[in-house]
């Protein structure tokens, strides 16, 4: 009766460590013939000039952006410092104080007109090199995008 138990214990483990074996086996042939072929040398010469081509174009659109950022905001601060001393020589309280809240003002708007104009410019540079990654038939550049955000 034991030996019929023990008989019976490995046929049964003989089983269940053979047949996963020869079912992996059969999906391994049956599924090699309806997969595409894995590339495994990585991009292609042309592939990489045309992704250095569309970081060099985006570089030179985020440096043309902080360009004109900078550039709009040293005029908005200039603008400012004339309107504030223009103020402090009004000897009328009055007007002195609505002449520099104009000043503020003014500078206000401007900064918050250059900011948004240099974000969306930023945005659309991004927006232009992820396109133009994509027409190079690249499956990722691994731009860290967003990183140039704190400036």
């Known amino acids: 009766m034991i030996t019929k138990f023990i008989s019976a214990s ?35 010469a042309e592939q990489l000039a045309c992704v250095k081509t569309a970081v060099e174009k985006r570089e030179n659109s985020l440096i043309a952006t902080l360009d004109s950022f900078y550039a709009s905001m040293k005029a908005a601060f200039e603008t400012r410092k004339t309107e504030l001393l223009a103020a402090w020589s009004i000897t009328d309280g009055k007007e002195r104080r609505k002449a520099r809240t104009e000043a503020w003002k003014k500078f206000n708007k401007t900064f918050k007109d250059s900011l948004k104009k240099h974000r969306a410019d930023r945005a659309a540079a991004w927006r232009t090199f992820e396109q133009d990654a994509r027409n190079c038939k690249v499956p990722a550049t691994g731009e860290p995008k967003g990183s140039d955000l704190s400036i």
């Open 10 to 44: 490995v046929l049964v483990l003989f089983a269940l460590t053979a047949l996963p074996v020869a079912f992996a086996q059969d999906a391994a042939t049956s599924t090699a013939t309806t997969t595409p072929p894995v590339r495994v040398g990585g991009p292609t």
